[in-house]
């Protein structure tokens, strides 16, 4: 409560001396009779401060601070205010909004984390970018109210916890095969973490547990914590046993999926899979970010058409939010995989007649396969 209050009155205080400071400018201006318009404004619309630290940072880079998001709104910021980050010489503009994905891949953002303000990149790595610490000095100033409001409106998704809110338990735990292109009929399955400790994932784990799993690359969870999660995991018996057999592995990614470190990780998950056989399950946690991914690149090796593997990206977001294509939320997720595509292409939107081609290559160019692996991983999907 104490640091509370006095993040607040520091905004007072900084509003307050802005007003005073902003007039006296103006005054000594319009003797001399110069304008500044941005003066002006500044003097009409005092910006607020609100300091704190970094503390903890997350395994995907993000970074905690001791900023309550309590302060925050009593200071006046809302979700969609445009705000003046600036840690050490590092200054930038970013949107305060709700999650990661109220941004597009690449971009800044700050939101609330429990009752923390996290500063992050979307599917990027914020304390790597900048070699920002813990203990750094983070200081968020107001620039434009509500400047990102409408774009926060479009990509603010909110997904519920209970399964009476789903039309069946596949839709509600992200569950499906995977059978485009030339990937054979019981092959592939993706799904959200089927033993994690969520709402979700009993159901996951209840029917995945017929399929003859018996290979399964986990993208979320270390390869230490996957049998001791299993063996708790309600209905996750078949996942224990398969990790028993030495068919399972956690990798433990992050979500910059450009960064070497992932790119390293992407080879370890494709080269597993090259040498076990199916049929496989893939997921992170929901199945929806990194499992779209892998998802996407597997499914354009094996030959599906673009809408398809666009169509199956989208299809967790229909699960989870309900988001519908026509939609201006379609369409801005949607953007997400084609632009994934694109990096993998070299910058090249991928076509109907190239995407199995420049997946191959990057496998092979950027990720690290050799071509007898590219070459058995796709025989043991077919």
């Known amino acids: 409560m104490k640091n509370r209050v006095l993040l607040t009155l520091m905004c007072v205080v900084a509003g307050m ?16 009779g110069v304008e500044s318009v941005a003066v002006v404004e500044v003097a009409q619309s005092p910006a607020v401060s609100v300091s704190g630290h970094f503390t903890n940072t997350s395994k995907y880079g993000n970074i905690d601070t001791d900023i309550p998001v309590q302060a925050m709104f009593d200071a006046g910021f809302e979700l969609g205010d445009v705000c003046t980050i600036t840690v050490k010489d590092v200054s930038y503009d970013a949107p305060f909004v709700n999650s990661y994905g109220d941004v597009e891949p690449g971009n800044y953002l700050f939101h609330p984390h429990h009752d923390w ?3 992050a990149i979307c599917n990027g790595n914020y304390s790597k970018t900048h070699g920002f610490v813990e203990g750094d000095v983070v200081t968020v100033t107001m620039k434009e109210k509500a400047g990102y409001l409408t774009q926060f409106e479009i990509r603010n998704i909110v997904k519920s916890e209970n399964r009476d809110d789903y039309a069946s338990d596949s839709i509600f ?74 068919n399972a592995i956690g990798l433990d990614m992050g979500i910059a999926f450009f960064d070497p470190v992932f790119v390293s990780q992407l080879k370890e998950a494709l080269a597993f899979m090259s040498e076990h056989e ?50 201006a939320k379609y369409d801005a997720y949607k953007q997400i995989q084609i632009d994934q595509l694109a990096t993998v292409n070299g910058g090249v939107p991928v076509t109907n007649e190239t995407a199995a081609a420049a997946v191959e290559k990057y496998f092979i160019e950027t990720v690290g396969l050799t071509s007898e692996q590219v070459a058995q991983l796709k025989a043991n999907l077919l």
């Open 17 to 32: 001396c802005l007003v005073f400071a902003s007039c006296s400018t103006v005054s000594a201006q319009a003797e001399s």
């Open 117 to 119: 303000i996290e500063f």
């Open 278 to 327: 199916g049929p496989y399950l893939f997921h992170c946690n929901e199945g929806r970010d990194r499992a779209g991914y892998l998802a996407a690149l597997l499914e354009a090796l094996m030959g599906a058409s673009i809408d398809e593997i666009y169509a199956d990206y989208m299809a967790s977001f229909d699960n989870y939010f309900g988001i519908k294509e026509g939609t």
């Open 173 to 246: 735990a992200n569950v499906r095969p995977v059978q485009l292109g030339s990937i054979g009929f019981h092959k592939l399955y993706r799904s959200c973490n089927p033993i994690l400790a969520d709402a979700r994932g009993p159901y996951a784990a209840s029917l995945l547990a017929d399929m003859g799993i018996k290979t399964i690359v986990n993208l979320a969870d270390r390869q230490e914590n996957l049998a001791p999660m299993a063996a708790v995991a309600p209905n996750a018996g078949w996942y224990a046993q398969v990790i028993a057999d030495g």
